[in-house]
């Protein structure tokens, strides 16, 4: 089976702008969550998904934002970045709600 | 808010050693804690414990969970140089709301 594969693997974006990362799971799960990694704060709950519904949220500004389509794939977005926004944003999906996660290569996120 | 403590944060042993590393949580309707090594990359899924007292195992690495105590820990025997990375717990919480809490991890470096 595919693992979940993440686009783009590297980002460079200015400050101001938005950008969009996408996340497809693996064959079969339905449970998609996002995450942020930053050297100070570790790894961070952004928002879970589960047949198209988010289900939680981190403790995140409102310019965090994601969706989840009908084939389980996972978008999600920032609006106006910041520089502090600069991480590794990771994808994991698990077959449902408290099964066992699986991660994304990442998206390395840089901004200037 | 919960939240998930390891120890130590870093760790240097020299090949064959064992270590044990921790992790000790405060969260609201524990559901499960998981296990996670991750190189220069993504995590990659070790272990997911959910009842009390029950080791897993896998080959050199066995972890345990209290549920009293609220602790885990992750055993490495007969270390190898491979081992080397960053050890992650994290703990599932919540009903509906589902989500994982990560600890900051352990770093472990083994040397030859």
């Known amino acids: 089976k595919a693992g979940v594969t993440q686009t783009p693997r590297y980002l460079i974006k200015t400050r101001g702008q938005q950008v969009t990362l996408s996340c497809s799971p693996i064959?079969?799960?339905?449970?998609v969550s996002w995450y942020q990694q930053t050297p100070g704060q570790g790894l961070q709950f952004l928002f879970e998904?589960?047949?198209?519904?988010?289900?939680n949220k981190g403790n995140f500004p409102g310019r965090f934002s994601g969706r989840q389509f009908s084939n389980s794939r996972s978008e999600m977005n920032v609006s106006t970045l910041e520089l502090g926004d600069s991480a590794l944003y990771l994808c994991?999906?698990?077959?449902?709600?408290?099964?066992?996660?699986?991660f994304g290569p990442g998206t390395r996120l840089t901004v200037t | 808010e919960d939240k998930v403590v390891q120890s130590p944060l870093s760790l240097v042993v020299h090949e064959g050693d064992t270590v044990t590393l921790n992790c000790s949580y405060e969260?609201?309707?524990?559901?499960?804690l998981l296990w996670y090594k991750q190189e220069k990359k993504a995590p990659t899924f070790l272990f997911m414990l959910?009842?009390?007292?029950i080791e897993k195992k896998s080959g050199r690495l066995s972890s345990i969970l209290d549920k009293k105590e609220l602790f885990s820990i992750l055993n490495i025997t007969a270390t190898q140089t491979g081992d080397s990375a960053i050890y992650l717990c994290?703990?599932?919480?919540?009903?509906?709301?589902?989500?994982?809490?990560f600890g900051k991890g352990t770093l472990l470096t083994v040397n030859p």
């Open positions: 998904y589960f047949s198209e519904t988010q289900r």
């Open positions: 959910t009842s009390s007292g």
């Open positions: 064959s079969g799960h339905r449970s």
């Open positions: 969260v609201t309707n524990f559901r499960s």
């Open positions: 994290a703990v599932g919480s919540g009903g509906s709301n589902y989500k994982l809490t």
């Open positions: 994991a999906s698990s077959l449902q709600e408290s099964y066992e996660q699986y």
